[in-house]
């Protein structure tokens, strides 16, 4: 009797599966269906823990890469090896043994619907040793229970799915040679220059850094300048308003020549040459992209990339909203019949009735023909109640209703408003005046979760402008004002995304942006916000307040990276869109890891000449003194220095394992702490720390042997 088995990428996501059928038993590594019309003799559901099997490292091909040294490099091997990662063992042999089972005929991918999730099957497939199996592809956006049974009753072949497969094993792979080579060649020839701590080089996140670190010399460099412009205040029949000349200089005496020439003194007559009004409409905000949710998400909240990834993957699991892992923002026909079936309902949810603009489709956000693997994120067909509701966490509800209402605004009316434009003529110079007033909130009435601040910048903006009348005459306050020009404004971390989908090119009108056009940007839409997480984990970035800024340590990265390709978010990019190609069918792995080889045969040549001439040692000097805590009391030669949650040795990818916590028993581990250890072998008493009772207790801590002792009151002599 022929059995099919699926796999899962991870458990939740496996029970989400069984949930949509009849369930036989449950196991600690599968969970078994009872027969039914579509698994006819049944089916065994298993699944990974995310990556249940990685790249080997570079000392389990050779021996001589387990050193860390220059005359190691390139590690390049014949053929790229996986292992079972770290404490995964009983989970694969159960999905080794399956795969390998003769009654196994058939075996479902059901991982996540991306190239990742194709990456993890086949990784553990073929790790399996298991030959000769019928695979299909599940390709959901909802794990509802509908949605699941209809995808399980229309699986695809695995054409689609093999290309994703060679794409992200590509990207995996092209990732891996960068980072194990770059890691090692920065690191030790920088550690001739007295740097004493490791450097991650990696082939998107370093393009990245240096992206930030541009924008940073760019504000450090800034001189401000003044500027001198020509203002008018004028007084008319009906009220008061004001207008700027279409001049800006400079220099203070062209702005004094204007107004001699035109003689206009403090105050002039002059007269309403132009005032027309215009009906103007402001359509509602297209649907949610991950990368646009993620921006909204940091503007409204300052939620960091990577938390809404996880919380809206956690939204996901509960059936509540479509894939999240999304690049664009359309819809298809399918997802706005069920969407505008249940407006109501949505409505209800929302706690706001509007009456329905349209129930037809409109091409800004359903077209069929810009959907490819998922659609725009929005909610499904579930109707949460209210105890649902209140189950979410703060941030997982914000999140919600902000896909919510943002799906609803596709059909409320538009936003309405009324612009005014006057021109007002003062001895024939024109000064110009715009000015808007609301007809109706439409659409925006949605969103009135808007910070007060932003409100009433735009009140503001909007001056009221009374009731003119052409040839109208006025009375006008001219005089010249100085402003002074600013800089460029650091990055927000919720601007990293864009930045990294635009190779930070500049984007005028950041409100209406389409980001989700055709560019050429740096990572997918499903890696960025880990790459930023990464960055700011190897310690190349800060983000204080929601502004990101580059780190010392991350300094020097781009100083020494400056004029080769990982310092090149447009190349970089180019490498995107080729592993694309290869997704599409159109490119060869074999092609790219080709590639990738000889940039790092280039590298190795060129970075010891190109570091040799560039002035770093002036910065490392600068940062080792900040960083170094005490000489390592172990090996003798490195020293102790900081991590982002401990402290090691900088002699750690050389063989010294000396390593000490950031914090013991819920107490930090000041640097002083620390130093204290390493020198004197004994720290202060420090108070408040916890037994894993639950008691408090106070005592110093004594480094004796490689190991951290209490030393409590009593003890001592």
């Known amino acids: ?56 490292e570079p000392k389990e091909y050779r021996k001589e890469w387990s050193s860390w040294s220059l005359s190691s490099l390139p590690i390049l091997p014949n053929r790229y090896e996986y292992k079972v990662s770290y404490g995964k063992r009983v989970q694969f042999n159960f999905i080794k043994d399956l795969f390998n089972d003769p009654a196994v005929s058939t075996i479902l991918n059901c991982c996540d619907c991306d190239r990742e999730g194709s990456n993890i099957f086949y990784s553990i497939y073929y790790m399996t040793g298991a030959r000769n199996k019928t695979i299909k592809r599940l390709w959901i956006n909802s794990l509802e229970v509908d949605e699941v049974r209809k995808g399980f009753n229309n699986l695809q072949d695995n054409k ?24 090692r060649l920065y690191t030790l020839l920088l550690q001739q220059k007295g740097f004493n701590e490791s450097l991650s080089i990696g082939r998107v996140q370093s393009p990245t850094v240096y992206l930030i670190y541009q924008r940073q010399k760019e504000i450090e460099s800034f001189v401000s300048t003044p500027f001198y412009e020509i203002e008018g205040n004028f007084t008319a029949e009906n009220g008061t308003y004001k207008g700027k000349a279409k001049i800006k200089s400079d220099k203070k005496e062209e702005g004094l020549q204007i107004l001699q020439q035109h003689n206009i003194l403090e105050q002039n007559e002059g007269f309403v040459k132009f005032a027309t009004k215009k009906e103007k409409r402001a359509k509602s905000p297209k649907l949610h992209a991950l990368s646009t949710l993620q921006a909204a998400a940091n503007k409204k909240w300052r939620y960091s990339p990577a938390n809404v990834l996880k919380l809206v993957q956690g939204l996901y699991e509960k059936k509540l909203v479509t894939y999240p892992r999304t690049d664009t923002q359309f819809i298809t026909d399918n997802e706005f019949a069920y969407l505008v079936d249940n407006v109501e309902r949505y409505q209800q949810i929302a706690g706001i009735s509007f009456p329905i603009a349209s129930k037809r489709p409109n091409k800004r956000y359903v077209d069929s023909s810009k959907v490819q693997e998922h659609y725009a994120i929005v909610p499904t067909k579930s109707i949460p109640t209210e105890r649902k509701l209140q189950g979410l966490s703060i941030e997982e509800r914000n999140l919600y209703f902000e896909i919510l209402k943002t799906t609803l605004a596709m059909f409320h009316s538009d936003y309405i408003y ?66 002074m020009t600013t800089p460029p404004k650091p990055y927000t971390e919720g601007q990293l995304i864009g930045m990294m989908k635009t190779c930070g090119k500049t984007v005028e009108n950041e409100e209406e942006m389409e980001i989700l056009k055709e560019v050429e940007g740096l990572g997918t839409e499903a890696t960025r916000s880990g790459i930023i997480e990464t960055i700011k984990r190897h310690g190349y970035i800060t983000v ?32 995107e869109a080729y592993l694309k190609k290869i997704g599409n069918g159109e490119g060869s792995p074999e092609h790219f890891i080709a590639t990738v080889t000889r940039f790092i045969n280039k590298l190795i040549q060129e970075v010891p000449l190109q570091l040799q001439v560039q002035a770093l040692e002036q910065n490392i000097t600068a940062i080792q003194k900040v960083s170094v805590i005490a000489p390592c009391p172990t090996c003798k030669k490195g020293n102790i220095v900081q991590r982002k ?71 001592k002599k």
């Open 1 to 56: 009797m022929s059995k099919i088995a699926i796999l899962a990428e991870k458990p939740s996501q496996a029970k989400a599966y069984a949930d949509a059928f009849l369930v036989k038993a449950r196991h600690k590594t599968h969970i078994e269906l009872n027969p039914c019309s579509t698994f006819p003799n049944g089916a065994i559901i298993t699944w990974g823990i995310g990556h249940l099997v990685e790249l080997k």
């Open 544 to 575: 204080n307040k929601n502004i990101v800024s580059v780190t010392p340590k991350g300094v020097i990265l781009c100083q020494s990276i400056e004029g080769n390709l990982l310092s090149s978010p447009s190349m970089t990019a180019k490498w």
């Open 160 to 183: 689609k799915d093999l290309l994703l497969y060679y794409e992200a094993k590509t990207r995996q792979v092209s990732d891996w040679l960068v980072g194990m080579n770059g890691s």
């Open 418 to 483: 009324e612009e005014t434009k006057v021109i007002t003529d003062v001895n024939r110079l024109e000064f110009e005046t715009t000015g808007n007033t609301e007809i109706s909130k439409g659409w925006k009435e949605l969103f009135t979760d808007i910070k007060q601040e932003t409100v009433d910048r735009k009140k503001e903006a909007m001056q009221a402008i009374p009731l003119l009348s052409k040839g109208e005459k006025v009375l006008g306050v001219v005089k010249m004002t100085e402003g």
């Open 645 to 715: 949650t401990y402290y090691r040795c900088s002699e750690h990818e050389n063989g010294c394992k000396q390593t000490f916590p950031g914090q013991m028993l819920g107490k930090k581990l000041s640097e002083k702490d620390i130093k204290d250890l390493c020198t004197k072998g004994r720290t202060r008493v420090i108070k408040g720390m916890k037994s894993k009772a639950g008691k408090k207790f106070s005592a110093a801590l004594k480094f004796e042997n490689q190991n951290i002792t209490f030393e409590f009151a009593s003890n």
